[in-house]
T-cell receptor
């Protein structure tokens, strides 16, 4: 079974621009979560989608948004980029039906650099 | 609310020596615990998980962890490390009713030849 894929793997943007990242989950998985990883803050939860609905949201500003399509693929968007948005963005997929015990499988990440 | 503390940010160890990476958690609900490994420029790979049952959990690559409810700990151990184990290790917790993982800050394991 193919794993979680994320595109692109690397991105360079300038302040003020916007960016869209894509994630394709493992076949059969209905839940997609996004995490931001930085050296200072570590791994932080952004949001989670299940069946095209945002089910959970972390503590990030409204510039961070996402969506999920009917085939469970997900995109996240960051508008008005700031230098502090430079990070590795990780997508994880899971079956999504059982809270707590649901095991998340991670993609390789998208490395975003904001200049 | 949940939180995870990984007590050591860096752990150097000689090849073939044993290692223990420490993890403590706090939660107001039942918890489910996970260890992930991250190799340079890669995503997170699941090493093992504790959901219920036996408190000693075995994972991939010879790693194991023990869930200790009274000490709120989930330490990761390997009896003999290899150079290829050099990576960053993350402990994570999920709680009943939650679909989001809360991660510790990570422990960088460096295996010295």
């Amino acid at each position: 079974k193919a794993g979680v894929t994320q595109t692109p793997r690397y991105l360079i943007k300038t302040r003020g621009q916007q960016v869209t990242l894509s994630c394709s989950p493992i076949s059969g998985h209905r839940s997609v979560s996004w995490y931001q990883q930085t050296p200072g803050q570590g791994l932080q939860f952004l949001f989670e989608y299940f069946s095209e609905t945002q089910r959970n949201k972390g503590n990030f500003p409204g510039r961070f948004s996402g969506r999920q399509f009917s085939n469970s693929r997900s995109e996240m968007n960051v508008s008005t980029l700031e230098l502090g948005d430079s990070a590795l963005y990780l997508c994880a997929s899971s079956l999504g039906f059982t809270s707590g015990t649901d095991t998340q499988y991670f993609g390789p990440g998208t490395r975003l650099t904001v200049l | 609310a949940q939180s995870v503390t990984q007590l050591d940010s860096q752990v150097p160890v000689f090849e073939e020596a044993p290692v223990e990476l420490r993890c403590n958690y706090s939660s107001s609900v039942s918890v489910y615990l996970f260890w992930y490994v991250q190799y340079p420029n890669q995503g997170l790979q699941l090493l093992l998980k504790y959901l219920s049952g036996s408190t000693l959990v075995k994972g991939i690559n010879g790693f194991e962890a023990e869930f200790n409810k009274s000490q709120t700990s989930f330490h990761l151990r390997k009896p003999s490390v290899h150079i290829s184990d050099t990576a960053e290790y993350f402990c994570a917790v999920n709680g009943a009713g939650s679909y989001q993982l809360t991660f510790g800050k990570g422990t960088k394991l460096s295996v010295i030849p």
